[in-house]
């Protein structure tokens, strides 16, 4: 394994809980497609996959069959990617729905969000003190290492605040959320502000939402962190130009770090980048 500070993270999340096969016809959305994509963009080079299921309709789900297909068909493969899953799939959800399938398959990784919001002016985004306590100790038991989404600088201060209790243990791996309306906008400013405020040992990635997608991906290249890509953050390639596959921000992605004088990590690179055990 070479140099690891060199290394940059790279998340494909291709799914999401928002596009439709209106909004793009190339987003992968059934359990099959889901694998065969993050398939494709792990022979780009994507070190790690975060993923969403929909239920049979296409709708946002947490769905525990249709993550024990997708996960199953990835597994079946040679593809060593880092499997990131989320717990946030769908709004108003009992604790147990948004865990079972941590539990079960045990991913290398899954989604901790931090706190609470508003979303996107319409409902609650509920991440509730005694669904975190409970998440966190259930990562901790299945050993699934919590990817700390944040979407508002408080969420850091609960971040640290379970540190302190034992629910979240130290390397954190942090993931800044910018731009969805209710949290914070992705701005430079924005990401330099929360950067400045998680524990040195910590890792860190962010993303942009929609047009914010490439400013802060220049920004956290810049600033020393990692970076994800997909269509559950942007389904646009350029203006009015879709993304005909999570590949090509996979592939423009590997180009840019390129420039930057850095690589992208393989998924073993990013297991010791960001200290995952198994
Ligand atoms: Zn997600």
Same mark, same amino acid.
């Given at each position: ?20 096969? /209106?909004?793009?016809?190339? &987003? ?7 694998? !065969?994509? %993050? ?5 780009? $080079? ?19 069959? /249709?993550?024990?297909?997708? &996960? ?7 593809? !060593?990617? %880092?499997?990131?899953?989320?717990t946030? $799939? ?20 899954a989604s901790y969000d931090c706190g609470s ?10 991440n509730s003190p005694r669904f975190l306590e409970k998440l966190g100790t259930v990562m901790q038991e299945?050993?699934v290492k919590p990817e700390i989404e944040i979407?508002?600088a408080g969420m850091i201060y609960n971040a640290l605040y379970y540190l302190k209790k034992g629910i979240l243990k130290a390397p954190l791996h942090f993931q ?21 405020l998680i524990p040195?040992?910590s ?76």
């Amino acid at each position: 394994m070479s140099d690891l500070k060199n290394k940059v993270i790279l998340t494909v999340a291709p799914t999401g809980a928002w596009p439709s096969k /209106k909004d793009t016809p190339y &987003v992968p959305l059934q359990p099959k497609e889901i694998a !065969d994509e %993050v398939y494709a963009c792990w022979k780009a $080079g994507a070190s790690v996959a975060h993923l969403h299921v929909r239920d049979d309709e296409d709708k946002s789900s947490m769905n525990y069959d /249709k993550f024990v297909e997708t &996960v199953g068909y990835i597994r079946d493969t040679d593809c !060593d990617i %880092v499997l990131n899953l989320t717990t946030s $799939g769908q709004l108003g959800l009992e604790d147990e729905a948004r865990m079972r399938h941590i539990i079960d398959l045990k991913p290398e990784m899954a989604s901790y969000d931090c706190g609470s919001m508003n979303w996107l002016h319409t409902s609650v985004f509920e991440n509730s003190p005694r669904f975190l306590e409970k998440l966190g100790t259930v990562m901790q038991e299945n050993n699934v290492k919590p990817e700390i989404e944040i979407f508002d600088a408080g969420m850091i201060y609960n971040a640290l605040y379970y540190l302190k209790k034992g629910i979240l243990k130290a390397p954190l791996h942090f993931q800044f959320v910018l731009g969805a309306a209710g949290g914070m906008d992705a701005t430079v400013e924005n990401l330099v502000f929360l950067k400045s405020l998680i524990p040195a040992d910590s890792t860190w990635g962010a993303l942009g939402i929609g047009k914010g997608h490439l400013p802060i991906m220049f920004t956290a290249l810049a600033l020393g962190g990692h970076v994800r890509v997909g269509m559950e953050d942007n389904i646009l390639y350029s203006k009015g130009v879709l993304a005909k596959s999570n590949v090509e921000f996979v592939e423009r992605t590997k180009r840019i770090v390129a420039e930057f004088n850095k690589e992208i990590a393989t998924p073993d690179e990013a297991r010791a980048i960001m200290s995952l055990t198994k």
